[in-house]
């Protein structure tokens, strides 16, 4: 320095200039997560070691902070984006700062209503969606088995579902939402089987007597107008005999 001509004895300044930390994270499973029992994890891979802080905001989230390395367990309660912002201090001072949007997409529900169980003789079944429904929803029936036409189907709502084997079948329904958001649920379906009639003997002699047993129900009502079962029969000619049967329901 100089001052009216006079001339100083020079003077050193070292500066020092500390690195601002750099600050970058990941999260997991995903930044998109299902609202029903969503869960993050946030690891810093950014600066770390001696010498650095950390302070993570989750907005809307819980904890609605953190100052560890790498926060676990972070849940969101509503659905929609919520930002993550991520600081690292170094002990200069120096601030680095680093965000990412976390996406929570709704759960679908997955509710449904049917036809009554029916008898394998001309059934058909409706299964009627009363869950989520309209624009970004998809659908998936499993109807079964049973030897059921369709065996599946990806409409909203399916109907003329006949069944081609007596039984109980579980049908599972699913939907899927935006973000790939899905519910499962599933309920069951009886198809009765058909009574029938055995004969202890279908030819007999006048006088003689046959015994008709139904099969396969729990409430009979015979051609006669008995509601036994077993009958026993004495025609005097060739007769026909019909029955009718319920069966549980």
Request: hydrophobic share 25%; net charge neutral; aromatic share 8%.
């Amino acid at each position: 320095p100089t001052l009216s001509g006079c001339v100083g004895t020079p003077i050193t300044f070292t500066i020092t200039v500390n690195p601002t930390p750099i600050a970058t994270f990941t999260t997991a499973p995903s930044i998109s997560q299902c609202l029903s029992g969503n869960s993050f994890a946030f690891t810093n891979t950014g600066s770390s070691g001696a010498g650095y802080t950390y302070s993570w905001t989750f907005a809307g989230g819980t904890p609605a902070s953190s100052t560890v390395n790498n926060p676990t367990g972070v849940t969101f309660a509503t659905v929609g984006t919520h930002l993550v912002i991520h600081t690292i201090t170094s002990t200069a001072g120096c601030v680095g700062s680093t965000n990412q949007t976390m996406t929570i997409n709704a759960t679908p529900t997955s509710t449904f209503t049917q036809s009554p169980n029916q008898c394998l003789a001309g059934n058909s079944f409706s299964f009627t969606n009363t869950g989520s429904s309209g624009g970004g929803y998809t659908y998936s029936w499993n109807f079964g088995g049973g030897g059921a036409t369709p065996a599946t189907s990806t409409t909203n709502n399916q109907s003329g579902v006949v069944y081609s084997s007596a039984g109980t079948y579980t049908v599972t329904h699913t939907v899927t939402g935006p973000g790939g958001c899905a519910s499962t649920t599933t309920s069951s379906v009886t198809v009765y089987a058909m009574p029938t009639v055995t004969v202890n003997s279908p030819t007999i002699c006048p006088g003689g007597t046959a015994t008709l047993t139904g099969v396969g129900g729990t409430t009979y009502s015979w051609s006669t107008g008995s509601t036994s079962n077993p009958i026993n029969v004495s025609p005097a000619v060739t007769t026909t005999y019909t029955i009718s049967g319920t069966d549980a329901n």
